[in-house]
């Protein structure tokens, strides 16, 4: 079965930078998209990019294009996401998703939680 | 942006009532050269993440229960539960796919009456 599984939850200090990996198994890696959407308490559901596991290629929500960077690792199957210059409205729960480039996203991982705290 | 507006922020049903949720875009997603409608209908249940409901505005995903259904065009959508059942008690978001960045309506609560 199609299984997304993320690495585990992090405390930061505002400034640092965190990077979640997104393990992938049950489909053929490459074949697919890799969104990536983070979820603030009490805020809706936040899209920050993808990253085309074919190919590299990556797109990213304006809001964190600074900020944010997706790679990848066809021979792990696992998708990478950082972000870096924390503060602490980064603070969420971040999610990977398995998707194409324009579908909806039908599988996801278990949610990774970021605490960015001094 | 596209901008996704839901309605009501919460609803409360009785058990084997009508559920209807509606989501509103501030532009079209209907992309004329395919004639789709570029949305999606999730349900998140506390502490998990969210699971794909229907996509193309009324195409269900595989496994989910009949009594889920997804209508509407270009800027106007709706998901109806046609049969409350305990186990929809969720949240629920629309998300438009239409162009970057994806953006998500701030969600509906289903609860019981």
């Known amino acids: 079965q199609v299984l997304l599984v993320q690495s585990g939850a992090e405390v930061k200090m505002p400034g640092a930078s965190v990077k979640i990996s997104c393990k992938t198994s049950g489909y053929t890696f490459t074949t697919s998209f890799i969104h990536w959407v983070r979820q603030a308490p009490g805020h809706r559901l936040d899209w920050m990019g993808w990253?085309?596991?074919?190919?590299?290629?990556?797109k990213s929500s304006q809001k964190f294009q600074d900020r944010v960077t997706f790679t990848w690792d066809t021979s792990a199957s696992t998708a990478y996401m950082e972000l870096s210059s924390l503060i602490s409205a980064d603070t969420a729960t971040y999610y990977c998703?398995?998707?194409?480039?324009?579908?909806?996203?039908?599988?996801w991982g278990q949610g990774t939680l970021v605490t960015v705290s001094s | 942006d596209i901008v996704m507006t839901q309605s009501p922020d919460s609803l409360a049903v009785s058990l084997g009532e009508r559920a209807t949720i509606n989501c509103k875009s501030s532009?079209?997603?209907?992309?004329?050269?395919?004639?789709?409608?570029?949305l999606a209908w999730y349900q998140q249940k506390p502490a998990q993440p969210p699971k794909l409901l229907i996509s193309?505005?009324?195409t269900r995903e595989s496994g989910v229960p009949d009594r889920f259904s997804g209508s509407g065009s270009g800027t106007d959508f709706t998901l109806t539960i046609s049969s409350l059942q305990a186990e929809d008690v969720a949240d629920y978001y629309c998300?438009?796919?239409?162009?970057?960045?994806?953006?998500f309506g701030q969600g509906t609560k289903v609860e019981i009456k």
């Open positions: 998703a398995r998707g194409l480039e324009y579908s909806g996203h039908d599988y």
């Open positions: 532009q079209s997603i209907l992309y004329s050269s395919d004639k789709k409608n570029y």
């Open positions: 998300q438009q796919y239409y162009n970057t960045p994806r953006t």
């Open positions: 193309w505005a009324s």
């Open positions: 990253i085309n596991a074919g190919n590299g290629n990556t």
